[in-house]
């Protein structure tokens, strides 16, 4: 025998079988139970010669016992709710007026039917509880997430402005960096003109300025002006710069003619003497 079986045969025979049943099952068995009574209800309306159900309003207004909305016989026809005990009564005894067994029947079937709706009830309670707390659970953890994933984006955000600072202060001890090894670099440059300048000034003063002059011995000076007298009245080319002048422009001493131009010894050809 299926589940579905079982539930059915549990609704309609048996209160006990009923705890036994999952709290999906009961409603399952509480669809039944509908579903079974209003078919009994539908037959026995059929096996009375299936009156109108607004005669049957009227006779239950006439009555003055219970009333019969033809609205509520057709829910509890269709299987859609379970009716009112008065409301049941009045309706078998509409349809089998002196039938006592029948109400006695139909009022154990109500009894029946009425304890399955009610557990139903109960456990559409449980389960929608359940479902409140599932929610309440799920709310819960959407909202720890969002906290977790907002305090994530906070600690990104930290991060990276840290990255940028970081990359802020060595761009900034970068360019300081390259300012001081321009500087240095521009100290040395000037450092080394400055040398260099220095050492063209201390050679050129070292150079001995011209006309050049040179002690002679005395008794050499007689001898020394019968040469420049020779060659008082020569012009000498200097073969270092090209410049021709005359012995009596520049001085000679011991037959070398200094320059006037560029200042080296010649000789009497004008060729660089090494001295």
């Known amino acids: ?29 509480r669809d039944q139970v509908l579903d079974e009574f209003a078919t009994a209800l539908e037959m026995l309306h059929i096996a009375c010669g299936a009156p109108p159900k607004l005669a049957l309003k009227k006779q239950a207004d006439k009555d003055g016992r219970c009333p019969l909305p033809t609205s509520t016989l ?62 309440d659970r799920a709310a819960g953890a959407i909202d720890r997430l969002r906290e977790e994933t907002a305090a994530e984006l906070q600690r990104a955000s930290l991060l990276r402005a840290e990255a940028e600072k970081a990359l802020t202060e060595a761009q900034a001890e970068a360019d300081a960096m390259r300012a001081e090894a321009n500087e240095a670099a521009r100290k040395l440059i000037d450092t080394a003109k400055a040398e260099a300048e220095a050492l063209f000034e201390q050679a050129h003063a070292k150079r001995p300025p011209g006309p050049f002059v040179i002690d002679v011995d005395p008794d050499d000076w007689g001898r020394l002006q019968q040469q420049a007298a020779s060659l008082s009245s020569k012009t000498v080319k200097c073969l270092v710069c090209n410049h021709r002048f005359s012995t ?28």
């Open 1 to 29: 025998m299926g589940r579905k079986q079982q539930i059915t045969r549990g609704a309609r025979l048996a209160r006990d079988d009923l705890s036994d049943l999952t709290d999906e099952e009961l409603l399952l068995a």
């Open 74 to 135: 057709s829910e509890v026809f269709n299987g859609k709710k379970l009716p009112g005990l008065d409301f049941t009564m009045e309706l078998i005894r509409q349809l089998r007026p002196d039938d006592a067994g029948l109400q006695d029947e139909w009022r154990a079937r109500w009894a029946e039917a009425k304890y399955t709706t009610t557990q139903a009830a109960k456990a559409q309670k449980r389960l929608e509880k359940d479902a409140d707390q599932a929610r």
């Open 248 to 275: 009596t422009q520049a001085p000679s001493v011991l037959g070398r003619t200094q320059c006037p131009r560029c200042d080296t010894f010649l000789d009497v050809r004008g060729r660089p003497t090494g001295n």
